[in-house]
């Protein structure tokens, strides 16, 4: 599988497994992938401060720009959570 943010492709994905409604497994980031590095770190930071979203574009937080890419099945998520320094990713199909 293969995440993408609307055109771009960030990175591989290999499902390890997955507790309802969320899907995990690991990822082999590409280049882009450092693009987005801090929106990822801010999804996953349990010491956001009210207001620090406004830093990222907020095109970012619109579900319609996130897919997965199954061969030639595109599948619509939610915002992708990825922990940086582990290579894993979590996930939920809309």
């Known amino acids: ?54 830093k990222f574009n907020m095109e970012l937080f619109d579900e319609n720009n996130w897919t997965i890419k199954d061969g030639e099945e595109t599948i619509c998520i939610f915002e992708p959570h990825i922990y940086d320094e582990t290579n894993e990713i979590g996930f939920r199909y809309r």
């Open 1 to 54: 599988m293969k995440l993408f943010y609307k055109d771009t492709h960030i990175c591989d994905i290999t499902t390890t497994g997955g507790d309802f409604p969320w899907v995990h497994g690991n990822i082999i980031k590409h280049s882009e992938y450092e693009k987005y590095k801090d929106f990822f770190a801010f999804l996953v930071s349990r010491n956001r401060k009210a207001g620090e979203e406004r």
